[in-house]
């Protein structure tokens, strides 16, 4: 456009010179050679301007003339280009959709029209196409080829990498990330293979500077960068915790400050302050994330703050915790344990039964049968306690990739994977617990036997013998499932096992809520 108005002036302005000339009469007199040349200036005008445009013309074909051999050979080289191209992109589309021998032909013809070191990618398609051969050690040669040139580097090594993890050597493919890593951070597979390989070897400084460059180069967002580093610092303060305290509480309350809901950060941070008598803000730090969400270990650690504190002392700062986070089990059974240990059973029996009817798990019966047992000593009621323990559902857990574990750890013991953690219930029973006091017993009815067809019956001739017998056995077959089913209270008791001396048998309000008919999952 701006070409078009430039041309556009030129000619305006010839227009109006002309013009010009055309309003101002006037003669050039040119002596040459003995001649006089009388003209006028109009026609002197026109005429240098034929006579520059001729000379550009004579200048433009003596031009092109010399410079025709290079004009042609650049025709056939753009040709020769524009073909390998067309070949170089037919072959990756063809790799890209798995067609090895399409693949590997586009391969060879690109590699004609145009040369490797003009066009890297080549090399791409190379390997590719050996890959969809199988040829896996021609793949790895070639990527390694690839390390050498600055601009296939990271190709090279991405290359490798996946190979590695193939092959399955963590370390193979962990050291290619690592370089890749040093030579771009913003790469995210090379950046998440590095902070595994150093989160496995503790280097938590490491990691935490790894962490802050993929925030920085944005591949994780502002959320996501602060709790992986507020699980580095939480491991880092674990590391610690015995050789540098002070390290070990800037750390733990730097994590603590990041993510307040996270009950690791907050338990180590806590540990370290009550180690160095720092008990207010100690206490705090659990209070805040108490409030966040209750955890036991949190509990734990709040009620025995202070060593030399007397177990009523610990129970008040048990109901302490019920107050800020009241109608919660995990509240019950704070201050159920720390009961039990002052020997206060009422107490303990009703925040225990409080814990089971929020939560039915298999902790709180479990700590419903210690306090009966310290209470009564009634093994026949432990037992049924500890029975309906087996069949509840397990308490929550750390859990990563199938491991539990009754502690927290930052990085998976399966995988590597970063904060892999999480407290959950373990998935190992299918359902809830159907309270039965008595399991009732259905009878086991025998098939019937597979009718005969209507067009098959006519063939059969009943035999005078065989009758009889049948009939008795189709009659005493009848008798049985009237006995069975006909009286459901003897059938009951026919299948209730005998009793120990000391079981105490089924609780009255138990027997009166029960259902006429019950099932059990397990």
Do not use: C
Not at 206 to 217: H, P, Y
Not at 485 to 509: C, I, K, N, W
């Amino acid at each position: 456009m701006i070409r078009i108005l430039v041309f556009l002036a030129v000619v305006f302005a010839l227009g109006l010179g002309f013009a010009w000339l055309a309003d101002r009469p006037g003669e050039m007199i040119v002596t040459f050679n003995g001649y006089q040349y009388q003209v006028t200036l109009m026609v002197a005008a026109v005429a240098i301007v034929g006579v520059v445009a001729a000379v550009m013309i004579v200048w433009w074909l003596i031009k092109s003339l010399w410079n025709s051999p290079y004009t042609i050979s650049r025709y056939f080289r753009v040709r020769r280009r524009d073909r390998g191209y067309q070949a170089l992109s037919t072959g990756m589309i063809a790799a890209g959709a798995g067609d090895g021998a399409l693949a590997r032909k586009k391969t060879k013809e690109a590699a004609k029209l145009i040369r490797s070191d003009q066009e890297p990618l080549i090399n791409l398609l190379d390997a590719q196409a050996s890959l969809l051969e199988g040829d896996h050690e021609g793949a790895r040669e070639k990527f390694e080829r690839m390390i050498d040139d600055p601009e296939m580097r990271l190709l090279g090594l991405r290359g490798l990498y996946l190979e590695a993890e193939r092959l399955g050597d963590r370390n193979a493919a962990r050291h290619y990330a690592g370089r890749a890593a040093a030579v771009a951070p913003q790469l995210a597979w090379a950046a998440e293979s590095t902070l595994e390989e150093l989160t496995e070897r503790g280097d938590w400084d490491g990691a935490l500077k790894l962490v802050e460059a993929q925030k920085s180069t944005r591949q994780i967002e502002r959320d996501a960068a602060n709790r992986r580093r507020a699980v580095l610092l939480t491991a880092k303060a674990q590391a610690l915790a015995d050789s540098d305290p002070n390290a070990a509480r800037t750390a733990a309350l730097e994590a603590n400050k990041l993510a307040p809901d996270f009950a690791p950060a907050a338990v180590i941070a806590a540990n370290v302050l009550f180690r160095q008598n720092d008990v207010r803000k100690g206490s705090k730090v659990l209070e805040t994330a108490w409030r966040a969400e209750p955890h036991p270990d949190i509990a734990e650690l709040y009620t025995h703050a202070r060593p030399g504190d007397a177990v009523l002392d610990r129970l008040n700062r048990a109901k302490k915790l019920q107050e800020m986070k009241k109608n919660h089990a995990e509240s019950s059974m704070a201050v159920a344990r720390a009961a039990l240990d002052a020997q206060d059973f009422s107490t303990a029996r009703r925040e225990a039964e409080a814990a089971i009817r929020m939560d039915r798990r298999e902790g709180a019966y479990l700590l419903l049968a210690d306090i009966e047992e310290a209470e009564t000593g009634d093994q026949g009621k432990v037992r049924q306690l500890l029975s309906k323990a087996v069949r509840a559902p397990r308490d929550p857990a750390w859990v990563a990739d199938g491991v539990v574990s009754e502690r927290w750890a930052p990085v998976s013991p399966v995988t590597g994977k970063l904060d892999a953690f999480t407290w959950r219930a373990p998935m190992e029973r299918l359902g809830q617990l159907i309270e039965s006091e008595t399991d009732v017993a259905l009878p086991a009815i025998s098939a019937a036997p597979p009718a005969v067809p209507a067009e098959k019956a006519i063939d059969i001739v009943p035999d005078a013998s065989a009758t009889k017998p049948a009939a008795e056995a189709s009659n005493g077959m009848e008798e049985e499932i009237a006995a069975a089913l006909g009286d459901g209270a003897a059938a009951e008791q026919a299948s209730e096992p005998p009793r120990l001396p000391d079981d105490p048998g089924v609780a009255p309000e138990d027997q009166a809520e029960k259902s006429p008919r019950r099932f059990r999952l397990f």
